[in-house]
Structures are given as structure tokens and as C-alpha cells.
């Protein structure tokens, strides 16, 4: 496990291995705390992390503070193996709160396996007009959390909220799924889609974006939402 922040500025982590655990019930998901920049995230191996999410936002739960830019952004790749995200903060006394789960506006993440979110709560993602959501596996895209009989599905919001009532320090919480939202809509004009591409499946997920999307598998879609 392990615990990384950037208050001011990028992130970058390299192995040549792998980066993280979420299997082990003994070790604490590996989290990693953003303020205003971007993270990059490269293994030969696979990647797996708890949660991304934005340090001032999750320290002060009482205000709303998020340090995020518009522009920060996530980057995620494993040459050889699978990403997984948890959605848990275990570092976190409760991480039942949505915070702990909201991303940069950009989440873009490449694995020659699988990616799997096993995430019990959605992630949602900050709005931007330039934010972008690309999710590419050379085996499985999965979202399914629970067992065979009992389950649901892990999915990821981009938010189209007012960029205005979301970033900085804020008189109220703002509603990320249906609150205000900018007199000319964010991706209005944008030509640049969500990408969803799996050689595999893409199965047991929800996603809800504001532009179009490209979603492919060369296997089977099933239990999926859009």
C-alpha cells in the first residue's frame, strides 16, 4: 500500500513492476491526493489503487474547497498488466461520501488486461470543457462489485455542471449530477468522444457522460448502462 500526494503540481509514478494492492484484506488500498495538477501513473505490471481524489475537499468535510484546475487531469497505464480501482480511501476514518470519489474532468486509462472499478459508490468526474474519459483494455473492461448473485455495478459520472459553482471555495456543496449547469452546455461543439474500448467484454457498468461516446468490444457488452 501506500499514500501519495501533491498539493501543488504533477505526480508521476513509475514501476517496473507493479503499483499498489487492493486484494490484500491486511493492507490499506494505495490512495493518491491531487490539488491543482495532473497524475500519471506507468507500471510494466499492474495498477492498483484505492481512489484519486482531491485533498483540501476530503480533509475539510464541513466546506466545500476543491483545488482541482479544470484542467488536471489522471493518466494510467499498464504496458503489461490490469488496472483496478477500489473507490476506497482507507486511510479515511469513513469514506462513504462522494468526495472520496471525485476525480480530475480527464480520466484516461490504457491496460494490455483488464480494468476492473469495484467501487461500492460511483465516481464522478469534475467538470470541464475540456474533460475527457478514455478507458481502453486489451482483455476486460468489468464493473461489477459483489458476488454472482448479489451484485451491482461501478460506474463513472462526468459531471456537466457549472464549472463556476464547482471549483474553489464554495457557500454550498454543489450538485454534481443535477445541479446548475453553464447557459452553453460544456461539450457543446466538442468532436473528441468518450472512448470505451475492450478486446474482451465490457460488462457490469454504468456510465453517464455528457458527449458522444465511442464504446467497442470485440467480446460481448452486457449489464451495461449508458
Same mark, same amino acid.
Given at each position: 500500500s501506500g499514500r501519495f500526494l501533491a498539493a501543488d503540481g504533477d505526480m508521476t509514478l513509475r514501476a517496473l513492476g507493479n503499483i499498489g494492492t487492493t486484494t490484500d484484506a491486511f493492507t490499506k488500498d494505495t490512495l493518491v491526493e491531487l490539488g491543482s495538477g495532473g497524475l500519471t501513473v506507468q507500471a510494466m505490471g499492474s495498477v492498483s489503487l484505492g481512489t484519486i481524489n482531491n485533498t483540501v475537499l476530503t480533509s475539510l468535510l464541513d466546506?466545500?474547497? #476543491?483545488?482541482?484546475?479544470?484542467? %488536471? %487531469? !489522471?493518466?494510467i497505464h499498464s504496458a503489461l498488466g490490469s488496472v483496478i480501482l477500489s473507490g476506497n480511501d482507507d486511510f479515511a476514518s469513513d469514506d462513504t461520501s462522494s468526495r472520496f470519489r471525485l476525480l480530475p474532468?480527464? #480520466? $484516461?486509462?490504457?491496460?494490455?488486461?483488464?480494468? $476492473? #472499478?469495484t467501487s461500492k459508490g460511483d465516481f464522478t468526474m469534475a467538470p470541464s470543457a475540456t474533460g475527457q474519459l478514455e478507458l481502453i483494455a486489451g482483455g476486460d473492461i468489468d464493473g461489477k462489485v459483489g458476488t454472482s448473485t448479489s451484485y451491482w455495478n461501478s460506474g463513472i459520472l462526468m459531471s456537466s455542471a457549472d464549472p463556476a459553482s464547482v471549483y474553489g471555495e464554495q457557500s454550498q456543496e454543489p450538485d454534481l449530477v443535477y445541479g446548475t449547469t453553464p447557459d452553453t452546455p460544456l461539450h457543446y461543439g466538442?468532436?473528441?468522444?468518450? #472512448? !470505451?474500448?475492450?478486446?474482451?467484454d465490457i460488462a457490469y457498468l454504468s456510465l453517464s457522460v455528457p458527449n458522444k461516446a465511442l464504446i467497442k468490444a470485440d467480446g460481448e457488452i452486457g449489464d451495461f448502462s449508458y
Open positions: 466546506v466545500w474547497n #476543491l483545488t482541482y484546475a479544470p484542467d %488536471s %487531469s !489522471v493518466t474532468s480527464s #480520466l $484516461r486509462i490504457t491496460a494490455a488486461g483488464d480494468i $476492473r #472499478l466538442d468532436t473528441t468522444p468518450v #472512448l !470505451v474500448t475492450a478486446d474482451g
